[in-house]
């Protein structure tokens, strides 16, 4: 578990209940802080967004990693991938950010990975839990939307600059995963 960005909490940007209209307070409740109304029975609950990303592996074994075009770590290098819309499937969500981010069609095969960490904007510290889905694509890969650039690697020669903590551990996983097969 990665710890929380400081600075940007909730509280400090969400003043009025969103059903009433009174002032929010911060109260401790189920073992935690939480943003509650100060008039009614509203609790904000600060629930992580969904995200997913892809693992694509070529013909060579390498893995396909893209330079990220956006805050935060704009520059890094990241899979590809991006946040599930409101109603979305995230194995769909994920085939609309492959098309978006690289023009290419994704087949998902496989559910591998999940992990927790925060996406730190400017703005607000979010809590997230990203899917890593194993697959394949179809296509000649275009960068766009959040990509200034895309390369594949050896996952035995991966870049130091890895966007965010949990890409290196699901690329350490899926390497270990390759070991077996």
């Known amino acids: 578990m990665y710890d929380q960005p400081t600075g940007t909490?909730?509280?400090k940007y969400y003043n009025f209940c969103p059903r009433c209209g009174a002032p929010l307070a911060l109260k401790f409740m189920e073992g935690r802080q939480r943003?509650?109304?100060t008039k009614g029975d509203f609790v904000f609950y600060q629930n992580p967004h969904a995200a997913t990303a892809a693992l694509v592996v070529n013909g060579a074994g390498e893995v396909?990693?893209?330079k990220r075009n956006v805050e935060p770590r704009k520059g890094a290098w990241d899979v590809p991938g991006g946040f599930v819309d409101w109603g979305e499937d995230p194995a769909e969500g994920l085939v609309r950010e492959m098309r978006e981010e690289l023009g290419v069609r994704?087949?998902?095969?496989?559910?591998v990975d999940g992990y927790h960490d925060w996406y730190d904007s400017q703005r607000l510290a979010v809590?997230?839990?990203?899917?890593?889905?194993?697959g394949t694509i179809d296509g000649e890969l275009k960068p766009a939307d959040d990509v200034s650039e895309f390369r594949w690697f050896a996952l035995d020669a991966l870049p130091d600059d890895l966007a965010f903590p949990h890409v290196r551990e699901a690329l350490a996983a899926l390497a270990r995963r390759r070991l077996h097969t």
């Open 35 to 37: 943003i509650v109304c």
């Open 64 to 66: 396909l990693l893209v």
């Open 9 to 11: 909490t909730p509280e």
């Open 106 to 111: 994704f087949t998902p095969e496989a559910l």
């Open 127 to 134: 809590s997230v839990v990203i899917l890593y889905y194993e």
